[in-house]
């Protein structure tokens, strides 16, 4: 089956910086690359970075300019680094893969906490 597990969490004051890693199990990368989403409290799971394996990215607009997603693929790992961090970033945080069929493996999520 694979598994995602996340690390780097943690809390920081508004302006600060975190860096997230994901590693990824053998057998569960695909062509659509990795990604990473986040919940915030009374909020759905939203979109936050994708990094597709040819190297290209997306972000929402709620992080652009601020977050850059990067992979080492041969590692199975993928990260968030997280700059200029705002009290609204403040989520769980999910890596995730995209399988073909529109499915997708999900980590467990990580704590990311931002105070004022």
């Known amino acids: 089956q694979g598994q995602l597990e996340e690390s780097g969490g943690g809390s920081v004051t508004a302006g600060g910086s975190l860096r997230l890693s994901c590693r990824a199990s053998?057998?569960?990368?695909?062509?659509?690359?990795m990604g990473w989403y986040r919940q915030a409290p009374g909020k759905g799971r939203e979109f936050v970075a994708h990094?597709?394996?040819?190297?290209?990215?997306s972000y929402a607009d709620s992080v652009k300019g601020r977050f850059t997603i990067s992979s080492r693929i041969r590692e199975n790992m993928v990260y968030l680094q997280m700059n200029s961090l705002k009290v609204e970033d403040t989520a769980i945080y999910y890596c995730?893969?995209?399988?073909?069929?529109?499915?997708?493996?999900w980590g467990q999520g990580i704590q990311v906490t931002v105070s004022s």
């Open positions: 995730k893969s995209p399988q073909p069929g529109g499915g997708a493996y």
């Open positions: 053998t057998g569960i990368a695909s062509a659509y690359g």
């Open positions: 990094i597709r394996r040819n190297g290209e990215t």
